[in-house]
């Protein structure tokens, strides 16, 4: 289990990139704000996180893929776990400039692993996907690729709205 001050406390002011080890940290944090018992404050990562996201589609950052499935494995906890009306604004509107920002970008890609995530139950295959882009020399490049695909994050952040987001949000 990760420590509960890892996301909360290292990364609010830090600049630049994750280092690997950080990198790790958020994932495991991310992956106990999924299944619910992170010890730290997970409403705080979870915008942290949202706010990385934006950060990164702004800058059109390498690491803008790894930042994008964060929120969305971590997201529901705002919407569903501790539903919090001001976090899940901050979350939608994460989302929105993912999809506004990357939705039309072309590419060669047939298909897109977003087309087939069950949303709509406990997306565990985010983090395994999260580890392929974070991590790409310990699994398939191509794999990485495809989930990095612009296309592909757009993608994630519709279902998102359509799968988890209540009604008219």
């Not at 018992?37 to 990562?45: F, P, Q, V």
Request: proline letters at 8%; a negative charge.
């Amino acid at each position: 289990m990760a420590n509960a001050d890892t996301v909360d406390d290292r990364h609010d002011d830090r600049e630049g990139p994750p280092t690997p080890a950080e990198w790790d940290d958020l994932i495991a944090d991310w992956d106990e704000i999924r299944e619910g018992y992170h010890l730290g404050d997970a409403t705080r990562a979870v915008l942290e996180c949202a706010r990385k996201v934006e950060a990164s589609v702004a800058a059109d950052a390498p690491d803008t893929a790894a930042w994008t499935l964060g929120l969305v494995l971590t997201g529901p906890h705002v919407i569903y776990g501790r539903p919090d009306a001001a976090a899940e604004a901050r979350l939608l509107q994460a989302l929105g400039a993912v999809e506004r920002a990357l939705g039309r970008t072309p590419c060669a890609h047939e298909e897109h692993p977003y087309e087939d995530l069950p949303l709509d139950d406990e997306p565990a295959d985010l983090r395994l996907a999260l580890e392929a882009l974070v991590f790409p020399e310990r699994g398939d490049p191509q794999e990485a690729e495809i989930w990095a695909c612009p296309r592909n994050l757009a993608g994630l952040a519709r279902v998102f709205f359509d799968e988890w987001a209540p009604s008219g949000s």
